[in-house]
């Protein structure tokens, strides 16, 4: 798209948001399914979509959700008719586009958001960090500690599923922010 050339060529980066997609996907009768808008908006150019969470306000199932991700990520995508892929999917050489969790989330939810989101994502966190007791500073803190947390665990081979709650609790150990 016109915008998407703009932002290349200006080095600015173009979020595409998806408020108001409900009322194109959520309808019974007619309209069409999230993932053909995510396939629309790779294609316009975007580089990052709020993707849905799982967790926190923004819904979606966990196995489709995941189909999104690899949709907006990857380079080519297996048919997986239990996460929503119909078909398989060759961009070829279409950027991807980075899938954005946010609404709702906090720093209890980091386990599972690195589970499903991985390393290529954005975890927008509006309320998890405005919301600390002790303000902004320390609740980005409390996420980024969170979140290292998460991702050590993980690399070490432990379940986030199963011991996520543990791993925040062993993280707060050491940081205030994380235990306030």
């Given amino acids: 798209t016109?915008?998407?050339h703009y932002c290349r060529d200006n080095g600015v980066l173009l979020h595409i948001h998806r408020a108001m997609h409900a009322v194109i996907d959520r309808q019974k009768n007619h309209g069409m399914h999230?993932?053909?808008?995510?396939?629309?908006?790779?294609m316009s150019g975007g580089d990052h979509i709020h993707s849905g969470t799982v967790v926190g306000k923004l819904e979606g199932e966990r196995e489709i959700t995941l189909g999104f991700v690899d949709l907006l990520r990857d380079d080519f995508i297996e048919k997986d008719r239990s996460?929503?892929?119909?078909f398989t999917q060759d961009w070829v050489s279409l950027p991807g586009v980075l899938p954005v969790a946010s609404g709702g989330i906090h720093v209890w939810h980091m386990p599972?958001?690195?589970?499903?989101?991985?390393?290529d994502s954005v975890l927008q966190f509006g309320?998890?960090?405005l919301g600390h007791p002790w303000g902004n500073a320390p609740g980005a803190v409390a996420n980024r500690v969170a979140l290292e947390a998460c991702v050590q665990a993980r690399n070490e081979g432990r379940d986030l599923a199963r011991e996520g709650n543990e791993?925040?609790?062993?993280?707060?150990?050491?940081?205030?922010e994380l235990a306030a």
């Fill in 112 to 119: 599972a958001l690195t589970e499903i989101f991985g390393d």
């Fill in 34 to 42: 999230f993932r053909v808008l995510a396939k629309a908006l790779r």
């Fill in 127 to 129: 309320g998890g960090t």
């Fill in 2 to 4: 016109s915008l998407a």
């Fill in 83 to 86: 996460r929503g892929i119909y």
């Fill in 167 to 176: 791993i925040i609790r062993e993280a707060s150990k050491w940081s205030p």
